[in-house]
């Protein structure tokens, strides 16, 4: 499974970016698309999931601003970030668990930077 993201760029406190991240590949289904991020000197973090069919989970930093969402057709996951903060700044991964023909493995993308500066 390959996962290319897209989306990231530099951005003044309070606005929005949408970050896009496309599986392609030989998987039966994606089970699990994820967002994690790692800031500058800092661990890389989950920041929200989504789990077929549906749910979603979010880390308390970002509730209520970001929002996953994803389009099955497509294989794509998105995360629609608003209200950003300087502390959002990172490289954003989007990690996916898909059910592949020798079981259930995780993947991840490439990042992709966004940075929160005016």
């Known amino acids: 499974v390959q996962l290319q993201a897209s989306g990231g760029g530099l951005v003044q406190p309070g606005g929005s970016l949408r970050l896009s991240c496309v599986a392609s590949?030989?998987?039966?289904?994606?089970?699990?698309m994820s967002w994690y991020r790692q800031g500058p000197g800092k661990q890389r973090e989950p920041v929200a999931n989504i789990v077929n069919p549906g749910s979603t989970n979010y880390a308390d930093s970002v509730k209520g601003r970001f929002t996953i969402s994803r389009d099955s057709a497509k294989n794509t996951v998105y995360l629609q970030m608003n209200s950003l903060k300087p502390e959002g700044t990172a490289v954003y991964y989007c990690?996916?668990?898909?059910?592949?023909?020798?079981?259930?493995?995780?993947?991840w993308g490439q990042g992709t930077q966004v940075t929160v500066s005016s």
């Open positions: 590949g030989s998987f039966g289904s994606l089970i699990v």
């Open positions: 990690n996916v668990v898909a059910r592949v023909p020798v079981g259930v493995r995780d993947f």
